[in-house]
């Protein structure tokens, strides 16, 4: 079985930390699903997607995106991906669809792609209406749906998401949710971290539990609450898995 | 085609975000303008040569001899200086002069002792006897010369040492050519010959014979400028004004970081350069433009309030190297600051204050001429000195594209050494993201 992602012993210590941030994660993602990368803070979630994305090199272990090496391919690798950070990495001096513009010519699509595909993906989340407001002036929710809209504007097959609806509103939460559904329904691949498990248990196929720079469960989420003793919600499984005590 | 777009596509969004920030516009055009009115109107008067100024010199004439006519009418010659043996109606006396010096109202003072032209008179005769003798001439009267016979020149405590010297040297010249009209006419009479008016046109040719004339360098004698106040304060603090984008282009990076915006392009993959390139240009031609407006302040703005307009010089086109260098220059300074440092509060704050420290080195503040040897040395490390030096080049030495061409090399040196440590700097930063 050939995977989007596939992530095999993997360690990363940063310089002066006590213990590593990843210590020989393994995991693999299936094409055209969303994978939940779940885990309490300090986990090791971000640096794997930093080494994902290639912002880091990882200190032993393999990455490979695509059937390619993400430390060698780096080039090729980051045309087809998406992150949607978890800050609203926006310009907020410019409008929603000046934002649009410039990452669409850095990306090289044509004026006339940038102006079809920016309407396509405003109007289906829901910020047409917002398009030539400053960023700025836009509420956390539209600013969250935008910071989504600009990392698929040139239509990549892998969308990594660091928590997507964080301080999100109800309504926002859905629309977005949504839409991820329907981006895998199109055949794109997405990873995906979250604190809300049960928003993770609504939409994941597959759910990967990481702790202490480890995977520690992988699995559907039904599989893995079906799987583990005395829990009903992968929030259950979660606490199962991580315990309880408080992660800073 | 991707490059040229990446650049150009940057070069529209940095313009847009500059646009929608009325501070940073405000510290890059409004406030170098108006540094540049204050500093040239707080500066105007100590530029002005002492000529220009109207000097009022008090004198408390005792002696009312041939002395004080010499020394009235070569001060007389002097434009801009009066002397005054009266104030308020009332001749001036060694003690009142010194009374109004000390209460501040005039600056500089003269006594003329009594019997100062009697003791001159004295010395001639002395020397034209010695001089009869050898000739077997006849004997003029003389006595023994008088130790405490001197010309008092007084000053208040806050006239600036220059002035000091000139009216010094003024005086000297006046005494010593009463000194020898004094003699000659002595010399004429032991010789029998008769004053006439001819004898002392003849004197007055001699003492003209070899006047000093100022000069100054340059290829165009015709424009040929004066350090003054407008000359040295406008490219000095519009150089200072440029250098200032440090403050809104660093802040911009550290804050394009913080938000995650800088992670979104680098993740875009073949832009790293094109990225650079665009907001180099962007913030290149945004210093060039600037320097252009602080010019305009010279040109139109200096007269209305009293100063006199920026004169680029006989080649004013040859600035145009220098002042694109020098905008490189502060711009790669702002790149390097934002790459470097990693809080928005930390990169403004080292970034302004280091501007400072480098302009007071670049001799933006004072000439570099009157630092220390030491501090000389410094200044040439100083982008801020090389862009003065460059254009100053130009507009007072009347120099051309040749005279350019050391402070531009050194510039665009700067500017690379400065580019490569800061994308240096961007790329440890990318490891922090």
Redesign the interface.
């Known amino acids: 079985m050939s995977f989007a992602i596939y992530v095999e012993k993997l360690c990363k210590s940063y310089p002066g930390a006590s213990v590593p941030a990843l210590d020989g994660l393994s995991l693999s993602v299936p094409y055209s699903e969303i994978f939940g990368l779940l885990g309490p803070n300090g986990a090791g979630k971000t640096t794997t997607i930093k080494i994902l994305c290639g912002l880091i090199p990882a200190d032993s272990g393999t990455a490979t995106l695509f059937g390619l090496n993400a430390q060698q391919n780096m080039p090729a690798i980051k045309g087809k991906l998406g992150l949607v950070p978890q800050h609203i990495a926006l310009y907020p001096a410019l409008t929603g669809l000046e934002n649009l513009r410039y990452l669409g010519r850095l990306y090289n699509l044509s004026e006339t792609q940038i102006r079809q595909r920016s309407k396509n993906l405003m109007e289906r989340l829901g910020l047409e209406a917002h398009a030539d407001k400053r960023v700025s002036r836009y509420s956390g929710g539209m600013k969250r749906r935008l910071n989504i809209i600009a990392s698929l504007l040139h239509e990549p097959e892998l969308l990594i998401l660091d928590e997507p609806t964080a301080s999100v509103d109800v309504h926002s939460r859905a629309l977005i949710l949504s839409f991820l559904e329907e981006c895998r329904s199109q055949g794109k691949t997405i990873v995906y971290t979250s604190h809300q498990m049960e928003e993770a248990e609504q939409i994941c196929d597959t759910v990967c539990i990481v702790d202490e720079g480890k995977m520690v469960a992988q699995g559907s989420p039904q599989e893995l609450i079906s799987t583990t003793s005395g829990c009903r919600r992968l929030e259950d499984v979660f606490l199962y898995h991580t315990g309880h005590s408080l992660r800073d | 085609m991707?490059f040229a777009?990446?650049i150009?596509?940057?070069i529209?969004?940095e313009w847009?975000?500059l646009r929608?920030?009325p501070g940073g516009l405000l510290i890059l055009l409004a406030m170098p303008a108006l540094l540049i009115l204050i500093m040239a109107l707080v500066q105007d008067a100590p530029f002005r040569d002492y000529q220009n100024l109207q000097l009022k010199i008090l004198v408390a004439d005792e002696d009312r001899g041939t002395l004080s006519e010499a020394v009235a009418t070569a001060f007389h010659k002097s434009p801009g200086i009066e002397l005054l043996d009266s104030v308020e109606g009332m001749p001036l006396s060694p003690v009142r002069l010194r009374q109004l010096l000390q209460q501040g109202k005039y600056k500089i003072g003269l006594i003329i002792p009594r019997g100062a032209g009697n003791e001159l008179a004295n010395a001639a005769n002395s020397v034209a006897n010695s001089l009869s003798a050898s000739m077997s001439a006849g004997k003029l009267p003389q006595r023994a010369p008088r130790d405490s016979m001197n010309i008092r020149l007084l000053f208040d405590p806050t006239t600036r040492p220059a002035f000091h010297l000139a009216i010094h040297a003024a005086l000297d010249k006046a005494v010593s050519s009463a000194s020898m009209q004094v003699l000659m006419n002595r010399l004429n009479k032991l010789a029998g010959n008769k004053q006439d008016t001819t004898s002392q046109e003849r004197w007055t040719a001699m003492m003209d014979a070899l006047s000093i004339r100022d000069e100054q360098t340059g290829t165009s004698m015709a424009n040929t400028q004066h350090l003054n106040s407008v000359q040295h304060n406008v490219p000095a603090w519009a150089i200072f004004g440029m250098f200032f984008i440090v403050v809104p282009l660093g802040g911009h990076i550290v804050r394009?970081r913080?938000?995650?915006?800088a992670?979104?392009?680098?993740?875009?993959?073949?832009?790293a350069l094109g990225?650079a390139i665009g907001r180099i240009l962007a913030n290149t031609i945004l210093c060039c433009l600037q320097f252009i407006a602080m010019c305009l302040v010279g040109f139109l703005v200096m007269p209305l309030v009293g100063l006199p307009a920026l004169d680029l010089g006989a080649h004013p086109w040859a600035i145009t190297p220098v002042v694109i260098a020098t905008a490189l220059c502060a711009t790669a300074y702002g790149n390097l600051i934002g790459s470097v440092f990693r809080s928005g509060i930390q990169a403004v704050s080292f970034g302004a204050i280091s501007i400072v420290i480098l302009s007071a080195l670049g001799g933006i503040w004072v000439p570099a001429e009157i630092l220390p040897k030491v501090m000389q040395g410094m200044a040439r490390c100083s982008p801020l000195h090389w862009g003065l030096e460059g254009i100053q080049n130009v507009i007072l030495r009347q120099g051309s594209w040749a005279d350019v061409v050391l402070p531009t090399t050194m510039l665009l040196g700067l500017s690379a050494i400065l580019l490569f440590i800061g994308f240096w700097g961007g790329k440890k930063a990318?490891?922090s993201?």
Request: proline content about 3%; hydrophobic content about 35%.
């Open positions: 991707r777009k990446i150009y596509a940057t529209i969004k847009l975000i929608r920030d394009e913080e938000q995650g915006s992670l979104r392009v680098s993740l875009i993959p073949g832009t990225l990318e490891e993201f």
